[in-house]
């Protein structure tokens, strides 16, 4: 990393920003609100002021108005493609090996600081309602409304400050009653005083269950499949074809695709997600209960007196897939619309910013999967849309580089706090000009541990620039993988799709010698202490 550019980037002018918010030089005006809505697992496919042709039949119009307020950020990613590890780097903008949280499982390090204490000590109002997620008690918010570990679709339970320390069950549908959360604390703040608020769904994360009224929805619409979807992983490292997330094979029929009649085969019986899978039938109200089976049964029915086998059954299994997914998305949809229609109403717009954004990308079937972890696009890469009240009625595009560990110095910056000096990057504010800063990054560095686990994604990192990934495949392999040491070079110019390795191929030697440079200043500089 180029600490001066760096810097120089930090204090770039904001011509369309008021003095406030160039870095925490000078007191804010008047400071601005803060909301941060994340959703979980969300992909930019399906949003569709993306303009991708799977949202082009699932449109969502609030994420579009939102965008068209807004600016639409096609080259945002993350730093580590999980859920624990996107909300630590999210809080402390700090890299996973400097935050502790590289694994899913791994807990964050706790002396840390997190920008929303920051924003507190300086008076904001801070909540946060929702999936939380980490192994440490919401750490800087005055109010919360938290689901347990992962949340539930129905009757989630949510833990509060008034809760002592027990998780209440609530009867409704996850996305609604974390919108009601977010609206019960915008009523209920000092309105005297700024507040910042994260609205992190449950939704869409595995296993897409949508709510009731929507389990219909797209019945007829059959989805375009990626031109990845049968991907032979030829000339790619081993990690492309030993991970367990392909929907041919891993993607389980009763738990992710909801066929509750084939729960009695023995080859469904063994899988501990079948537990899981009765556990969110039996948390349903009689009700709710009634409306899924009224929905899902006969269609399993027809599903399996078709017998369906090889491609055909590959094929109904991405339907089902993305039928569920995006059913989950159109509530998410409304429940962004209503957020900002109660804005509007208590004429909150003018002085909040909303960001919009998900803990990492997902794959709707690109090379064969789902999930995510991986630094190709579709995982490394996720959605975010910020709307600022100086840029309403802009709808901007921007296409610079930027990453998940940026959110807590914009944030800071937002609010007129000078950014601790542990925080490596700087604020995204510059960019909302809509003229990217000539000294702006230019390579943005990936790293993931989560290996061995759920999946089986190789441990890896690598880095990126506006037109070239490399990507270092590493460490001992468990059970039958190998032990990995392996490269991939993508030209994402001339292979969108990362389906060629040019790695090897000498016209890219000078590509791959500049990358490899790149890739080691940043893990000194960065003290990576594995690769
Ligand atoms: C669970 C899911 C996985 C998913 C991880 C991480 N299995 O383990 O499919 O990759 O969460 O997701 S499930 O059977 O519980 O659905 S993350 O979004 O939290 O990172
Ligand atoms: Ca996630």
């Not at 997620?133 to 750490?139: G, S, V, Y």
């Not at 549908?173 to 915008?186: G, K, M, N, Q, V």
């Not at 490292?237 to 084939?262: F, P, S």
């Not at 009689?286 to 899924?292: C, M, V």
């Amino acid at each position: 990393m180029n600490n001066k550019l760096k810097a120089s980037a930090c204090l770039a002018p904001v011509i369309l920003l008021s003095a406030c918010q160039t870095g925490g030089k000078e007191e804010p005006k008047k400071p601005l609100n803060i909301i941060h809505i994340m959703t979980d697992d969300h992909s930019y496919q399906t949003i569709s002021a993306y303009g991708h042709p799977i949202s082009r039949l699932a449109p969502t119009p609030n994420l579009d108005r939102l965008a068209s307020q807004g600016m639409l950020f096609r080259k945002a990613f993350v730093e580590n493609s999980l859920s624990t590890p996107s909300r630590a780097c999210l809080m402390t903008g700090l890299y996973s090996h400097q935050n502790g949280q590289r694994q899913l499982g791994e807990g964050i390090d706790t002396t840390k600081v997190f920008f929303s204490e920051l924003l507190q000590q300086q008076g904001y109002q801070t909540g946060v309602v929702g999936k939380w997620h980490m192994q440490c008690e919401p750490k800087g918010f005055d109010f919360y409304y938290v689901l347990w570990d992962q949340g539930d679709y129905y009757n989630p339970e949510f833990k509060t400050p008034y809760s002592h320390g027990e998780y209440i069950r609530e009867e409704g549908y996850a996305t609604t009653l974390t919108t009601d959360h977010a609206i019960e604390f915008l009523d209920e703040r000092d309105p005297n005083k700024p507040f910042c608020l994260l609205v992190h769904h449950k939704a869409p994360h595995r296993n897409w269950m949508p709510d009731t009224k929507y389990l219909n929805l797209y019945e007829e619409v059959e989805f375009p499949y990626p031109e990845t979807f049968f991907d032979d992983y030829v000339t790619r490292c081993e990690a492309a074809r030993t991970q367990e997330m392909r929907i041919d094979r891993d993607m389980n029929l009763v738990y992710d695709l909801k066929v509750d009649e084939l729960k009695g085969n023995a080859e469904y019986k063994q899988s501990w997600l079948l537990n899981s899978w009765e556990a969110s039938l039996e948390r349903m109200t009689p009700e709710q209960r009634d409306a899924w089976h009224a929905a899902y049964s006969h269609k399993n029915k027809a599903f399996i007196e078709q017998d369906l086998q090889g491609e055909e059954l590959v094929k109904w299994k991405y339907q089902r897939y993305l039928r569920d997914y995006l059913r989950c998305i159109k509530t998410i949809d409304d429940e962004v619309g209503r957020l900002m229609d109660y804005l509007e109403k208590e004429g909150l717009m003018e002085n909040t910013v909303i960001v919009y954004t998900s803990d990492q990308g997902f794959y709707m079937g690109e090379h064969g999967w789902f999930d995510k972890r991986f630094m190709y696009e579709e995982s490394f890469c996720t959605p975010l849309i910020i709307r600022h009240p100086a840029l309403t009625q802009t709808g901007k595009v921007c296409d610079a580089l930027v990453q998940n560990i940026d959110y807590a110095p914009t944030y800071l910056a937002l609010a007129g706090i000078e950014k601790p000096e542990v925080m490596e990057e700087c604020s995204l504010l510059p960019l909302l000009s809509g003229v990217i800063p000539a000294d702006w990054r230019e390579y943005l560095y990936y790293h993931y541990y989560d290996y061995p686990a759920v999946h089986q994604v190789r441990r890896h990192d690598g880095v990126r620039d506006e037109r070239y990934k490399l990507i270092h495949f590493y460490g001992e392999g468990a059970g039958h993988d190998q032990d990995m040491n392996c490269n991939e070079l993508y030209d994402l110019q001339a292979d969108p799709n990362e389906v060629h390795n040019v790695y090897s191929d000498p016209q890219y030697a000078q590509v791959v010698s500049r990358l490899q440079d790149r890739i080691d200043q940043f893990r000194t500089d960065l003290k990576v202490d594995e690769f």
